[in-house]
């Protein structure tokens, strides 16, 4: 990064952070809900989105112009969130207001229309993981369960889904919630914004890293359901303890894929 230069300046000054801050304060019912549903058993985890978001602004956001103009979007999702308030239940209102308040900060740190990545971090900071679990669980648990049925199947196995089970000569093995990757998939995609964030890329690419970051988390999971498959259905022998060691140990393939795509991602920014 270079210094401010001609007709620049730095973004981090009053003239840019007071509009910020009027309108985190126009969203205030949001905040007072936000903070108590992260005490809530099962949600907190958002908050290190939160953090990470204000930290990228921090570090990277002082030499980027403004565009005023670009506002038009923070300003009509502003109004949408006003109108709806009545009616939306409290996710959905929380979700309104932080896209506009991305949509501001977009356009006054970073000169930018929308910042995907900022804006990613901006929502996954909502504590949606519990409805996340209620409305993707069992839907990503079919489809893990299709797809480590047909990778068993290629391993000789006669193994027939049915649902969330997989079922094999007498055995029902159930995919269960923890293996649904709804918990991994909220913390691929963190990841997949965080690294767009900080290697600055642009909307294109960073849409193309969390889709990867879905399509990882996926394959991850599928590579978890097969592996323990081995082993509830006894073929295997292992200690209890590691059912979560596998999950780690996927999930550590699909962040180190991840990363490799963002770096490789990077690398075609800077030539192009």
Known sequence: ???????RVPALQPSRLLPLT?????IWPVWHW???RARDPGEGWELLSLATAALFVVVRAPVAPSRPRALTLALLLLLAYAATYPFLPP??????AFASLAAASSALLFGRRLHLALTGLILLSLPVIASLNFY???PLRVVVGTATAALLQMNGFAVRPEGA???WNGHSISIDAPCSGVKMLWAGLY????LAAFHELDARRTALLAATAVAAVIGANVLRAAALFYVEAEIVRLPGDWHAAIGLGVFVLAALAL???ARHLNLRTHES
């Open 91 to 96: 996710l959905a209102r929380a979700g309104i």
């Open 34 to 36: 936000y903070a108590s």
């Open 259 to 261: 990363a490799a795509s």
């Open 136 to 138: 993707l669980g069992y």
């Open 191 to 194: 990841l997949a914004f965080a």
């Open 1 to 7: 990064m270079g210094g401010t230069g001609a007709g």
């Open 165 to 167: 089970l997989l079922l």
């Open 22 to 26: 009027a309108l985190a304060t126009a």
